[in-house]
């Protein structure tokens, strides 16, 4: 299949809501102009690409890991970077921080280039209805897409379903629930006229669209202005998802990730990257963010473009429950599968003595590591240094370091053409059909099925397991609640940008924090971190009162 590439091309636009004269003369943003060419079927298709590429401002960028990855249970900051206050809740993160302007203007940027290709299909000609319907079926997943994310964040928004054309400055905070309805209305729209499958890879499809809808309502289930079938609805959906398309859980965990096999059956939507560096932009990131500083902690080692190395940026790295959640790691693939815990000499410069080039460097265990332990080690390996991640070793001097840790492998790319090189060209994972199964088992539950939840649980971890200890891994309904799913979710999706999310939708997100967070942030969150703070820029930019969330 044939992969989407997105259209780069700037298309001129005068928006945003709450946006003042004198910064338009300054900001050139990205969007749709008022030409004619905009309302030919040539150019409609132009405005439907370009409604897409605003999503990797968000997805593998280390803005939308410092949003999804940092502050919650599962992972935290490294030793690099600047934005450890996403993870420590403290008075750094206001609404000057610069990962909420980030994500608030360019998804309004691409709400209102998605609105503007809505407002121009009543003009066009030429073109079939099912077409039309089928290019506006996406552009209206995309733009449902897009306030899904920002309801998370920021609870009421500005709800705009029109194109601005010109200066606007007034803007008011629309209710959630009429938010949500907004959300429904486009996915209901886009099921009913999105293909099953598309040419290209990384269009909007009906499955898609379907467990997006099924996301949503489960999303809402939560809330006080939940309608009563919320729950229903979603797990339906899901296992419509499921059961009815070609999309298939892979037999290996592992193979989800295959920078070879990114078009595999159990990928049911995801942001596409390129080779190409003339239309990538600035790439997928995810390979600098997770990795650590390895080259520092050993001599013998440089970094290299290949399997096992890379360069780092040190931004985020599991939480000590991050790690203990994977047990037990003997039955569990997940764990080998997720990360990279050993590091071999790859260069005889400054090697120690007695070492070679394929010896083993760095080891970072599970185990439990006496005294003893790590002489053995040392003795049997020559230079080795040997870390653990045992939590009943964390007043050891070989407990792992803030700069130190496993490597997550579901983001490397060696395809790049240089080490020094930060584009990366792996696509992005939105949406895939594992996490269908544990929306549907989460909805069951939420509506009283645990019973009938159990199955869809017990294939995501049959999966997950060793060959030939799948029974192992069954669970019971006795097992079940909104906890063990959490847990199983920071098992399958860790590092996939949606445990914040997760956490914030089931209400534990201060809870988790609390109990888990290795640093000042389990002391520092309260209740009114559910809700992200309004950009200043927005509140300054706007004739109206634009109030702020509680608590900032």
């Known amino acids: 299949m044939k992969k989407f590439t997105y259209l780069v091309t700037v298309l001129a636009i005068i928006f945003i809501t709450a946006v003042s004269c004198d910064v338009l003369s300054e900001e050139v943003v990205s969007g749709v102009t008022v030409d004619a060419h905009y309302n030919t079927p040539e150019g409609f298709d132009d405005a439907v690409n370009a409604s897409y590429s605003l999503l990797r401002e968000y997805y593998g960028t280390e803005q939308g890991g410092n949003l999804t990855a940092m502050g919650t249970d599962i992972i935290t900051n490294g030793g690099h970077g600047g934005f450890h206050y996403m993870n420590n809740y403290d008075a750094e993160m206001n609404s000057e921080s610069s990962p909420f302007w980030h994500l608030w203007s360019n998804f309004y940027q691409a709400i209102n280039t998605t609105n503007a290709a809505v407002d121009r299909a009543s003009q066009l000609e030429d073109i079939s209805a099912d077409e039309l319907n089928a290019k506006l079926g996406e552009v209206r997943f995309l733009r449902a897409h897009f306030y899904y994310i920002l309801v998370q964040h920021f609870g009421p928004v500005h709800l705009t379903l029109e194109e601005t054309v010109g200066v606007q400055t007034d803007a008011e905070r629309t209710p959630e629930s009429a938010i949500y309805a907004a959300i429904v209305d486009d996915l209901e729209f886009a099921v009913q006229h999105l293909p099953d499958t598309q040419s290209e890879f990384g269009r909007a499809t009906k499955p898609a669209a379907e467990h997006m809808l099924s996301l949503t309502l489960l999303t809402r289930g939560y809330k006080d202005f939940a309608e009563s079938d919320d729950f229903a609805r979603a797990a339906t959906l899901a296992d419509n998802v499921i059961n009815n398309y070609d999309h298939v859980l892979l037999d290996d965990f592992a193979d989800v990730f295959d920078h070879d096999n990114e078009q595999n059956a159990e990928v049911l939507w995801s942001v596409q990257y390129t080779e190409d560096p ?185 999966r997950a397991a060793h060959p030939g200890l799948g029974g192992q891994m069954e669970i019971t309904a006795g097992d079940l609640d909104i906890d063990f799913i959490l847990d199983e979710r920071a098992r399958e999706f860790y590092g996939e940008q949606k445990r914040w999310l997760d956490l914030k939708r089931t209400g534990k997100l201060v809870e988790r924090v609390q109990l888990y967070s290795p640093t000042s942030g389990a002391s520092n969150i309260q209740e009114h971190h559910m809700l992200r703070p309004i950009p200043a820029n927005q509140m300054n930019r706007t004739s109206t009162p634009y109030a702020q969330n509680p608590g900032y």
Do not use: C
């Open 278 to 462: 003339i239309l990538n932009n600035n790439g997928n990131q995810s390979h600098l963010h997770y990795r650590p500083w390895y080259e520092v902690f050993n001599d013998g080692l440089d970094r290299a473009l290949e399997p096992g190395y890379g360069r780092p940026w040190i931004r985020f790295r599991p939480t000590p429950f991050g790690m203990e959640n994977f047990r037990p790691l003997d039955v569990d693939a997940r764990y080998e599968k997720t990360f990279q815990d050993v590091w071999y000499y790859n260069t005889t410069s400054g090697i120690p003595d007695g070492a070679a080039v394929g010896d083993t460097a760095i080891y970072v265990t599970d185990r439990f590591l006496t005294q003893q332990d790590v002489n053995d080690y040392e003795n049997r390996l020559a230079g080795v240094n040997i870390m653990t991640w045992n939590i009943d070793n964390q007043d050891d001097d070989w407990y792992w370091d803030i700069n130190m840790f496993p490597n997550l492998k579901k983001v490397d790319d060696f395809k790049r053409p240089s080490i020094n090189h930060e584009q990366g060209s792996r696509d992005y994972i939105v949406y895939r059909l594992a996490e269908t199964y544990l929306n549907a088992a989460e909805a069951l539950i939420m509506d009283g099925r645990a019973g009938d939840a159990v199955s869809y649980v017990n294939e995501v971890r049959r």
